[in-house]
């Protein structure tokens, strides 16, 4: 049962313009929740996370929306760079069996900022 | 933000064969955590590792299967037993950060099982 879903499997943009990733979940219990980027042969690399008694967060060009009754969040990128071309994975953080916090991913979004 | 290394970086294996995964971490943290993803798909936590008891695995997992070990605060191992081809994935360990707001990962072990 997949509670984080990431619908759009790819995304691409033109260099300048706004992208905008987008994210659903169905456990109401999650009290964080993360954007991570990643680069073939690389980990997850930590971009930008956000509360769940917070609806913004922006850093920098990256901005992340959380609407808590449509269980969504979106992350924007603008402007957006070839640099940014990279699969982009939600996750939320919620109880786990062993109590501690763990990371549920979705299935990640493969973005691509066109020149 | 914590810096993670794996040993190895990829590997070819027979089926029926065993492999050790490393994971170093250059500084000391309580929780350590290994994932696996596999083809097309999102990561998927396995277990987690405390140093000084036993990883606590996820449903789906077990450990005959998956043994851990964490026998300090900044080294765990994770063997896949008897590997078959439905074993072939990426598996990554990380690690919470000090404000238990996120995880650092590791570059991962990419394993292709024949």
């Known amino acids: 049962d997949q509670q984080v879903k990431q619908n759009s499997p790819s995304l691409s943009v033109q260099e300048g313009r706004i992208s905008i990733l987008n994210c659903d979940y169905t456990n109401s219990m999650f009290d964080y929740f993360l954007w991570y980027k990643k680069y073939p042969a690389e980990g997850p690399t930590f971009l930008i996370s956000?509360?769940?008694?917070?609806d913004k967060n922006e850093d920098g060009r990256f901005t992340v929306f959380l609407n808590k009754s449509a269980k969504h969040l979106s992350l924007h990128i603008v402007p957006s760079q070839p640099g940014d071309s990279a699969v982009y994975f939600c996750?939320?953080?919620?109880?786990?069996?062993?109590?501690?916090?763990?990371?549920?991913f979705g299935t990640g979004t493969r973005l691509t900022v066109i020149p | 933000s914590a810096v993670i290394s794996q040993k190895p970086s990829r590997d070819i294996c027979q089926r029926g064969t065993s492999l050790t995964i490393q994971c170093q971490v250059d500084s000391q943290v309580t929780m350590m955590f290994w994932y696996r993803q596999q083809p097309g798909q999102s990561l998927t936590l396995i277990a987690t590792?405390?140093?000084?008891?036993?990883?606590?695995?996820e449903s789906g997992f077990v450990i005959d299967k998956f043994p851990i070990s964490r026998p300090n605060l900044t080294f765990s191992t994770l063997t896949v037993s008897n590997m078959s081809p439905e074993d072939s994935s990426i598996y990554l360990c990380?690690?919470?950060?000090?404000?238990?707001?996120?995880?650092?990962f590791g570059p991962g072990t990419r394993l292709l099982v024949l």
């Open positions: 990380s690690v919470e950060d000090r404000r238990r707001e996120t995880q650092y």
């Open positions: 590792a405390n140093q000084g008891s036993e990883a606590t695995y």
């Open positions: 956000i509360s769940s008694i917070k």
């Open positions: 996750a939320a953080s919620g109880p786990g069996v062993s109590g501690a916090n763990n990371l549920f």
